[in-house]
C-alpha cells in the first residue's frame, strides 16, 4: 500500500503528503468544525504548511539545476522533506542548495510585506491580519533553518563557508561542533529562563542531528575511495540448493561464516544465514537449504562504492551482500567487514 497521495507536480518534482500529515489536516478542520479552534488557526496552520512546501522546492529547483535527481517532496507532520540523490560534496553546490531554502522564505516575506502596506485600509482587517501572519509564518521559517546547526539548512551553509579553508571532514566536525553547543545553550535556557519545554525538545533534535550527520560524514569521507573489490571475500564458501540442513550446519560451525549464497549450476538462486538456519527445529534438519533459504537476493557490483553497499545493508536490514560480475558471484561482503575497514582506517587516520 502506498502510505502517500500525490497532490501536484513542479519542476517535474512529484508533491506528496503522507496519511498521517492528511489525518493532521483533518483533525484540525474537524477542531474547527467542533469550535474547539478558531478558523483563523487552521489557515495560519495551512498557510504553514505551503510555506513549507515552498521552501522545500527552492531547495531541490537548485539542486536539479546542479544535476541532483529528486525523486519527490514528501509532506509529514513534522514539515517537508526532499527526497532527492545525494548532494555532491562540492561546498559551493551544497551552499547554494541549503541557502536556497531560507532566501525563498524571506523572498515572499518581503513580497507579502509590501502588498501588506500597500493593501492595509482597503481590505477588511480579517485578510490584512492573514497576509501578516503569511509574512511572519516565513519569517521565523527561513529564520529557524537559518541556525547555524544540523539538520537545519544554517549548518550546511556554516559546514560550505568552512570548507573552503579546510577539508570537508574537518569542517563538518567543526559546525557538528558548533551545533552541539548552541544545542546545549538552547537546552539551558530553555529549561532555566524560559521554562519552555518546546525549546529543550528542539534543542535535543538538533544535538541528535548535529551528531549523526557528524557520524556519517566520517564514515563517508574515511571510505570514500574505497571499493567493494577492495575488501570483498573472493573465496566464496557456497551452498548447493539441495544441501541439507544438517549438512550446511557442519560447515558453519567450520568456516564460522554467518552467511552463504546458494548457487544452482553457478546461477545465485538465494541467500542463507545462521540465523535462518538456527529457527529450524531439530527435527527438521534433513530439509534442503533451497526450503528456507531467501530467494531474493540484493546483490553488489566489485566497482560499487563501499559507502554504497553499506547504505544497501543498513537500509534493507541485513548482514551481507554477494558481489555479481557478469552474472557470476565473484566475492562477498559483509557489514562486518565494512566495520572492520573502519576501525582500521579511523585509526590510521588518528596518527596523520
Ligand atoms: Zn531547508
Same mark, same amino acid.
Given at each position: 500500500?502506498?502510505?502517500?497521495?500525490?497532490?501536484?507536480?513542479?519542476?517535474?518534482?512529484?508533491?506528496?503528503?503522507?496519511?498521517?500529515?492528511?489525518?493532521?489536516?483533518?483533525?484540525?478542520?474537524?477542531?474547527?468544525?467542533?469550535?474547539?479552534?478558531?478558523?483563523?488557526?487552521? &489557515?495560519?496552520?495551512?498557510?504553514?504548511?505551503?510555506?513549507?512546501?515552498?521552501?522545500?522546492?527552492?531547495?531541490?529547483?537548485?539542486?536539479?539545476?546542479?544535476?541532483?535527481?529528486?525523486?519527490?517532496?514528501?509532506?509529514?507532520?513534522?514539515?517537508?522533506?526532499?527526497?532527492? @540523490?545525494?548532494?555532491?560534496?562540492?561546498?559551493?553546490?551544497?551552499?547554494?542548495?541549503?541557502?536556497?531554502?531560507? =532566501?525563498?522564505?524571506? &523572498?515572499?516575506?518581503? &513580497?507579502?510585506?509590501?502588498?501588506?502596506?500597500?493593501?492595509?485600509?482597503?481590505?477588511?482587517? =480579517?485578510?490584512?491580519?492573514?497576509?501578516?501572519?503569511?509574512?511572519? =509564518?516565513?519569517?521565523?521559517?527561513?529564520?529557524?533553518?537559518?541556525?547555524?546547526?544540523?539538520?537545519?539548512?544554517?549548518?550546511?551553509?556554516? +559546514?560550505?563557508?568552512?570548507?573552503?579553508?579546510?577539508?570537508?571532514? +574537518?569542517?563538518?566536525?567543526?559546525?557538528?561542533?558548533?551545533?552541539?553547543?548552541?544545542? !546545549?545553550?538552547?537546552?539551558?535556557?530553555?529549561?532555566? !529562563?524560559?521554562?519552555?519545554?518546546?525549546?529543550?525538545?528542539?534543542?535535543?533534535?538538533?544535538?541528535?542531528?548535529?551528531?549523526?550527520?557528524?557520524?556519517?560524514?566520517?564514515?563517508?569521507?574515511?571510505?570514500?575511495?574505497?571499493?567493494?573489490?577492495? !575488501?570483498?571475500?573472493?573465496?566464496?564458501?557456497?551452498?548447493?540448493?539441495?544441501?541439507?540442513?544438517?549438512?550446511?550446519?557442519?560447515?558453519?560451525?567450520?568456516?564460522? #561464516?554467518?552467511?552463504?549464497?546458494?548457487?544452482?549450476?553457478?546461477?545465485?538462486?538465494?541467500?542463507?544465514?545462521? #540465523?535462518?538456519?538456527?529457527?529450524?527445529?531439530?527435527?527438521?534438519?534433513?530439509?534442503?537449504?533451497?526450503?528456507?533459504?531467501? @530467494?531474493?537476493?540484493?546483490?553488489?557490483?566489485?566497482?560499487?562504492? =563501499? &559507502?554504497?553497499?553499506?547504505?544497501?545493508?543498513?537500509?534493507?536490514?541485513?548482514?551481507?551482500?554477494?558481489?555479481? @560480475?557478469?552474472?557470476?558471484?565473484?566475492?562477498?561482503?559483509?557489514?562486518?567487514?565494512?566495520?572492520?575497514?573502519?576501525?582500521?582506517?579511523?585509526?590510521?587516520?588518528?596518527?596523520?
Amino acid at each position: 500500500m502506498r502510505s502517500s497521495l500525490k497532490l501536484i507536480t513542479v519542476f517535474g518534482i512529484p508533491i506528496e503528503l503522507h496519511v498521517s500529515f492528511l489525518f493532521l489536516i483533518l483533525f484540525i478542520y474537524a477542531m474547527v468544525f467542533l469550535n474547539f479552534i478558531q478558523l483563523q488557526l487552521a &489557515v495560519l496552520i495551512t498557510l504553514l504548511f505551503v510555506t513549507v512546501v515552498i521552501h522545500e522546492l527552492s531547495h531541490s529547483y537548485v539542486a536539479q539545476r546542479y544535476g541532483v535527481a529528486i525523486e519527490r517532496i514528501i509532506l509529514l507532520p513534522i514539515g517537508g522533506v526532499s527526497q532527492m @540523490e545525494k548532494v555532491p560534496k562540492n561546498p559551493v553546490q551544497e551552499l547554494w542548495i541549503s541557502i536556497a531554502g531560507p =532566501v525563498t522564505n524571506f &523572498v515572499i516575506a518581503a &513580497v507579502f510585506y509590501l502588498i501588506l502596506v500597500a493593501v492595509q485600509g482597503i481590505i477588511p482587517l =480579517v485578510y490584512s491580519a492573514f497576509i501578516y501572519d503569511f509574512v511572519l =509564518v516565513n519569517v521565523v521559517l527561513g529564520g529557524f533553518n537559518m541556525l547555524p546547526a544540523f539538520p537545519m539548512d544554517g549548518g550546511r551553509i556554516l +559546514r560550505s563557508i568552512l570548507a573552503n579553508r579546510m577539508n570537508y571532514l +574537518r569542517a563538518t566536525k567543526l559546525s557538528a561542533s558548533i551545533g552541539k553547543q548552541l544545542a !546545549i545553550i538552547m537546552a539551558i535556557v530553555g529549561l532555566l !529562563i524560559l521554562f519552555n519545554p518546546f525549546l529543550v525538545l528542539v534543542a535535543l533534535f538538533i544535538y541528535i542531528g548535529a551528531d549523526q550527520e557528524y557520524k556519517s560524514t566520517v564514515i563517508s569521507s574515511l571510505l570514500e575511495d574505497v571499493f567493494v573489490k577492495d !575488501i570483498m571475500t573472493k573465496e566464496v564458501k557456497i551452498f548447493h540448493p539441495y544441501t541439507t540442513i544438517d549438512d550446511a550446519l557442519k560447515t558453519m560451525y567450520q568456516k564460522r #561464516h554467518m552467511g552463504y549464497p546458494v548457487l544452482d549450476e553457478g546461477k545465485l538462486v538465494g541467500i542463507v544465514t545462521f #540465523h535462518d538456519i538456527s529457527q529450524i527445529p531439530d527435527t527438521k534438519r534433513n530439509i534442503n537449504i533451497k526450503e528456507i533459504m531467501t @530467494e531474493k537476493v540484493i546483490t553488489s557490483t566489485p566497482n560499487e562504492g =563501499v &559507502v554504497d553497499a553499506l547504505n544497501k545493508i543498513t537500509v534493507n536490514n541485513i548482514g551481507r551482500l554477494p558481489v555479481m @560480475e557478469d552474472e557470476k558471484l565473484v566475492g562477498i561482503i559483509s557489514k562486518t567487514d565494512i566495520m572492520r575497514v573502519l576501525e582500521i582506517l579511523s585509526q590510521k587516520n588518528q596518527k596523520m
